[in-house]
């Protein structure tokens, strides 16, 4: 069946003229008080760095608010070491790539970092279903949910942040935001022209309660999740 | 729980009520997830607000349902995506396997869709020997037993772990111990491999966003995201009221969906998708396809009684409130979708005068499914729609036609009415012990094969009134000054019903 004639029988059962205008939409969004609410709390940062941090957690996930860069790598790297990971890839990120984490040789020995590169989709995609680790920067994050928001592009795989046992999101706190309607907005302003095709939210360890209501954590994505916040 | 070949609702229950296992994990699943919502809304805060602006975003969408349907073609069209739309379930399957047989397709990994569910896709693909697995724990299981989901949102809720265990060891073919993370580990292990070689990822879409053209998918474990960026190819099966206009409504949403099917702030995994892979991205789909449903759905539309189906975001929330899903189960309903919105939902899309004589009477029209509906639809209202549409439709017991015509002839005459309870009074006797029923006999025995029917009152409530009112007025006039000030405080709560109509609960 073609699109016309669906719309057509939509419109007919709809009992008017199909509209010529796009619609008025007095409900765009959420309620007004809650708008109110997130400026509001927009004006506190430690407040909704706590709330993620808590959120977060509760989810089953680790978070830690660090100071410096060279203390998030070093807490990557000691946390690499105590997973005994392997194998590790990243996006391609300025932030990450500053990190120097190429040379990591001395610190892990045998550990071997790929760096994603979208031109060579295949081997990336079977690089990250074996990795260990997965390190990302987190484009968004919201205190509200607890919650980190990864966009997809050429440096920026979607499989990063899935296919490897643990995910490590590096959170710069100016990237944090109080409620999910603040990144929506972002993603409106976009518009077909710009918009990603993959943006994800991520609230946690992938979990599942399907077997007599017991919950298991990592059932198809990373069992383990770090959010490393840090103040850039 | 052999349901399948049990021919009415009423047979099917009684099948599911002799099921110990199954009543008791009903209730325990049921009773999480109710338990969830409530506390969830309640940290939330103005719960209220928030059900008030998702019902009315989804009436606003549904009312202008034929622009942002367009609207959404278009803009996804202009992402690369082919849009489909298919008039009934046959089509969209027809259209489905078009596509997987131009891939040569071998494997299809599929996440969660009732939709899938609603028109039997994997029978379709297996008939024409495409592999078709679904990649949610509980669908994969429930789909290893060869059986419908029996709850929206946890579909193997009547399985127990010993029966899971026996159904995966045997997909293993060696013996997995009933332990939920060796249960839940061999199922990652297995599926991951079926991700990495399959041809096509297949997922449901819980929202379209007509600004972008994208669709949103709400998860926990990973695999619908698995399903939309490991494979080549992604078909996305999509009703044709999953529309919201803006990303910005996508926040109501995301903030009632949640929060009302399980508790959770939000799904562990939320991805919105927004055309095939851009040319420089290393993964997402090559080629991404959107089959849009109506299969009986705009028949609602332009109906005043039943369009706010179309409001439904599928979140459970009805089923977990519902006292006779608690006690029956999903299998009873004998359809796709179960609970309240099922016994709407089924005859509906089905415009089935024999159907709705079966499923829209399994409710006790309390009321808790509209309580917990996120988005306000008044579900036991319409299945006393449907009830009367079958009464129209001339579909009526005769027996109960009967049975309303002597009540009428009874009520409609005092004397009458008097006559009868004296007999009644009379003809009891026999049966009564300590001021009840217990004889299974008869009209009765319905009732009584669970509990006590209360005797005839002697004298009745009737026949006191006189006496009762006397005192009353006794009452009224002795406490004089008191007396009136009460009489004015009953007057000021019988105008508040009429003032609270009148828009005061309106937010």
């Known amino acids: ?232 | 729980m052999k349901t399948d070949r049990a021919a009415t609702v009423k047979e099917r229950a009684k099948i599911a009520l002799n099921d110990e296992f199954l009543r008791n994990a009903v209730k325990l699943t049921t009773e999480r997830l109710r338990g969830g919502r409530l506390a969830a809304a309640e940290q939330q805060g103005n719960w209220e607000q928030w059900r008030e602006r998702g019902m009315q975003i989804r009436m606003h969408t549904i009312a202008h349902l034929d622009y942002y349907l367009n609207e959404f073609a278009e803009n996804a069209r202009k992402q690369g995506v082919h849009v489909h739309f298919a008039e009934t379930g046959a089509q969209a399957v027809e259209i489905a396997l078009k596509i997987a047989l131009s891939k040569q397709a071998q494997t299809v990994v599929k996440s969660k869709s009732m939709v899938s569910e609603e028109i039997h896709m994997n029978e379709a693909l297996q008939k024409n020997g495409i592999e078709s697995i679904e990649t949610d724990l509980g669908e994969y299981i429930i789909q290893l037993a060869g059986e419908m989901p029996s709850h929206i949102i946890i579909p193997a809720i009547h399985k127990n772990r010993r029966q899971i265990a026996e159904l995966l060891s045997e997909d293993a073919g060696e013996t997995l111990a009933p332990d939920t993370a060796v249960l839940a580990g061999y199922v990652r292990r297995k599926l991951r491999e079926k991700f990495l070689q399959a041809d096509i990822g297949m997922t449901g879409c819980n929202f379209a966003i007509a600004e972008t053209g994208s669709i949103v998918l709400f998860e926990n474990e990973g695999n619908a995201r698995m399903v939309s960026t490991v494979p080549k190819t992604q078909i996305t099966l999509m009703g044709m009221e999953r529309i919201i206009p803006t990303w910005e409504d996508l926040e109501v949403m995301a903030t009632l969906l949640p929060r009302s099917a399980t508790g959770q702030r939000l799904t562990v995994y939320m991805s919105g998708i927004t055309g095939p892979r851009r040319s420089d991205d290393g993964d997402g789909p090559d080629e991404m396809h959107i089959i849009i449903l109506d299969n009986g759905r705009s028949l609602q539309l332009g109906d005043p009684e039943f369009q706010d189906l179309l409001n439904c975001i599928r979140c459970g929330a009805c089923l977990n409130a519902c006292p006779v899903y608690r006690h029956i189960g999903g299998h009873s309903y004998g359809s796709t979708y179960s609970g309240p919105i099922g016994a709407v939902l089924k005859p509906a899309l089905n415009k089935n005068v024999l159907e709705w004589d079966d499923v829209a009477n399994a409710s006790s029209l309390c009321g808790a499914c509209y309580e917990a509906c996120p988005v306000k639809i008044p579900l036991h209202d319409m299945l006393v729609y449907l009830r009367r549409r079958k009464n129209e439709a001339g579909a009526g017991e005769s027996a109960e036609k009967w049975q309303m015509k002597g009540f009428k002839l009874v009520m409609a005459n005092n004397r009458r009415l008097r006559a009868i309870l004296k007999a009644g009074r009379w003809g009891q006797r026999p049966l009564v012990k300590d001021g009840a029923i217990a004889a299974r006999i008869g009209p009765l025995k319905g009732w009584t094969a669970h509990r006590h029917f209360p005797a005839l009152a002697s004298p009745s409530f009737r026949e006191r009134w006189p006496s009762i009112q006397r005192e009353l007025q006794a009452e009224v006039e002795r406490a004089g000054e008191v007396g009136r000030s009460v009489r004015e405080r009953l007057q000021r709560y019988r105008n508040a019903p009429q003032e609270r109509r009148e828009g005061g609960d309106r937010v």
Do not use: C
Not at chain 1, 105 to 117: K, S
């Open chain 1, 1 to 232: 069946m073609n699109q016309q004639s669906f719309i057509a029988n939509i419109t007919k059962r709809l009992g008017r003229p199909m509209p010529e205008q796009p619609p008025e939409h007095p409900y765009r969004g959420a309620p007004p008080f809650w708008r109110e609410q997130t400026l509001a709390r927009g004006a506190d940062r430690d407040q909704i760095i706590a709330q993620f941090i808590e959120y977060w957690q509760d989810a089953g996930g680790d978070a830690h608010h660090f100071a410096s860069l060279s203390e998030v790598r070093s807490y990557i790297v000691q946390t690499a070491a105590e997973l005994k990971a392997k194998r590790l890839i990243r996006h391609r990120h300025p932030l990450l790539d500053q990190m120097s984490l190429e040379e990591l040789e001395a610190e892990l020995p045998g550990a071997d970092m790929t760096v994603w590169d979208g031109e060579r989709p295949q081997e990336m995609k079977n690089r990250a279903a074996d990795a260990d680790i997965g390190l990302i920067v987190a484009d968004y994050a919201v205190g509200a949910t607890g919650t980190i928001v990864t966009m997809s592009s050429t440096g920026q795989g979607r499989s990063v942040s899935l296919l490897p046992t643990a995910v490590m999101a590096i959170v710069p706190t100016s990237r944090m935001r109080a409620s999910l309607g603040e990144v929506m907005s972002d993603i409106s302003a976009f518009g077909i022209e710009r918009i990603p095709a993959g943006i994800h939210f991520i609230s946690g360890p992938s979990r599942s309660a399907d077997i007599e209501n017991d919950l298991t954590i990592g059932v198809h994505g990373p069992g383990i999740v770090h959010a490393l916040l840090y103040d850039g």
